[in-house]
């Protein structure tokens, strides 16, 4: 866990943004830090997904939220798309968005005056519960075909399936 790092001068305008997420990240006792003044990464707890890991960036204005939650699909990504931008009209403060190559993300933000040790704690649990509830219908969708070519692998060489029950509906040997 890193420690608070450099004290903002006080012209700096991010700084009292900066001391909150510090705070927080402090009071919720995640595995964090602080690679560089005012851009924490923070490891946030899963059940599907088991850490997702969360860029918050302080800018001028306020905070912003970066979270890879999984690569581009391999297939159906009309699918998975649709599934995301439908998923994206139940979020409040975080969106699913799509990188250059289209590997997906939750991105969001919080204007300066937002940036409460509630707002905060709101944004990453937010992204917590996002993430993970969205990992598997992703995985679902989106590699469909390489989940039950996995369940052939592993029975072939005698490996455990155990973490493919939520895809039992995809075992080719189901039936």
């Known amino acids: 866990m890193a420690g608070p790092g450099p004290v903002p001068s006080s012209d700096d305008p991010s700084g009292p943004v900066r001391g909150v997420v510090q705070t927080v990240l402090e009071q919720?006792?995640?595995?964090?830090?602080?690679?560089?003044?005012?851009?924490?990464t923070v490891s946030l707890p899963g059940t599907r997904k088991l850490v997702t890991e969360c860029?918050?960036?302080?800018?001028?204005?306020?905070?912003?939220?970066?979270?890879?939650?999984?690569?581009q699909p391999d297939e159906n990504h009309a699918g998975v798309y649709r599934w995301l931008l439908q998923r994206n009209l139940k979020l409040r403060t975080v969106c699913f968005s799509l990188?250059?190559?289209?590997?997906?993300?939750?991105?969001?933000?919080?204007?300066?005056?937002?940036v409460t040790a509630v707002g905060v704690d709101q944004l990453l649990g937010e992204v917590a519960e996002t993430a993970d509830s969205a990992f598997n219908p992703i995985l679902e969708l989106g590699f469909a075909t390489s989940i039950?070519?996995?369940?052939?692998?592993?029975?072939?060489?005698?490996?455990?399936?155990a973490n493919l029950a939520a895809f039992a509906h995809l075992d080719p040997d189901r039936g």
């Open 148 to 161: 039950s070519r996995e369940w052939v692998w592993r029975r072939s060489r005698g490996d455990s399936t």
């Open 99 to 114: 990188d250059a190559v289209g590997d997906i993300y939750l991105t969001g933000s919080l204007a300066a005056d937002a």
């Open 28 to 40: 919720l006792a995640l595995p964090w830090r602080e690679t560089r003044p005012g851009l924490f």
């Open 55 to 71: 860029a918050l960036q302080v800018g001028r204005y306020g905070l912003g939220a970066r979270a890879f939650v999984a690569r």
